[in-house]
């Protein structure tokens, strides 16, 4: 989100790329919006820092943010970087974006006969069975559908539906560890489930093999989609209640993984030659405080449930082990309970709070009687800032 990185530094962008590629990302998608006056001094410093790091960088242009882009205005940003060695570019052309604005899908032939450009819009909101009237104009779509509604778990069905209308044309999937917004500024106050999502959906990735994969997001602290580190400067107004001291870096840990998967065509999983874990949850229960108005679900356009139903009050782990081995979870001073990692690789084990806090949560791998792999992560508490149960998540590793 290029709208979060006004207080960048040329050193802040090569830092990103260098966690970025650490985790085998291979580029960012700089997603714009028309308001503000400093993105082209951002997009000069992300283009600068990728080409310094042997990155790639795309735009992707935010039609929703603060209405839709001129054509000349779309035309003047692609063209500034179509020649840099940092443009991601798909079959000698630069890979272009958007966030919505299928009302603007008219523009989009003279855009392209002005530049060529491969054309991969997010026109998620009209869903994949009103598409095939704007496939002559596009080389692909992006699917923003990256959480499930309700009280459910993710599933592929959206993404098998966008596959089948695309048919040939690229299919660029979307992938999001987690959600909650709370800024009344832009009315914006709801949880989808995230729970097990970031495992979960790389699953459905390795398995449907799409011909991109764009994870949402790099630096949206608002939304709580966050996967980079915490920069203070980029965080909106009213969000630093949920954000700070909730780091997600950690679900970065397990990208090499799942990227390298993907990759060969899940031909092969990267072998495992050291026991780690990664985990996550929230650290208020569900009925520790105050909802403050947050529904699960977006109300503008889904029923609005109560967010309990939604967000499970439930400890994730991604348990990377090199053989099977119990895994023990301890929850303040409370019994520890314990899960089987059942099989070499990443295994996604589960356990509930059950009414458990306390100020630290304790992790061991544990094989053949001998604590191999110990960690520990931040207390789940009743104590909730300003009243207010807050709904994102804290992530941790060994």
Known sequence: MVGNTAEYTPADWVDDITQAQAAHIDGFALNIGPQDS????????????????????????????????????????????ANSPAQFKVDGKPL???????????DWPAI????????????????????????PGVDGAFSWDAWPEGANDMTDVEDRAWM????????????????????????????????????DRWQQVIELQPDFVEIITWNDYGESSYIGPIRPGGIPTGAQRYVNDMPHDSWRAALPYYIDAYKSGNATFPSISQDKLLFWYRTNPSKSGSAGGTTGNNPQYQPALDPTVVAQDKIFIDAIVTAPADVTIQIGDN?????????????????PFNGQTGDK??????????????????????DCTEGLVNWNAWTGES
């Open 38 to 81: 400093y993105t082209d001094n951002s997009l000069a410093y992300a283009y600068a820092a990728a080409e310094q790091c042997n990155f790639r960088m795309f735009i992707s242009f935010d039609y929703l943010s603060a209405g839709p882009w001129s054509s000349s205005q779309v035309i003047q940003k692609i063209q500034a970087y």
């Open 96 to 106: 272009v974006s958007t966030f919505e604005g299928v009302g603007s899908a008219g």
């Open 335 to 351: 019994a520890p309970m314990t899960v089987k990692a059942m099989t070499a690789g990443i295994n996604l084990l589960v356990v």
């Open 361 to 382: 949560v304790t992790f061991k791998i544990v094989r053949g009687g001998q604590t191999v792999v110990t960690a520990t992560g931040k207390g789940i508490t009743d």
């Open 164 to 199: 089948a209308t695309l048919g040939s044309k690229s299919y660029m999937m979307g992938v999001s560890p987690w959600f909650y917004t709370n800024l009344p500024q832009w009315k914006k106050d709801w949880i989808w489930r995230g729970d097990s999502l970031w495992h």
């Open 112 to 135: 392209k006969a002005a530049i060529p450009i491969y054309f991969v819009p997010d026109w998620s909101s009209i869903g994949p069975e009103n598409f095939p009237q704007y496939l």
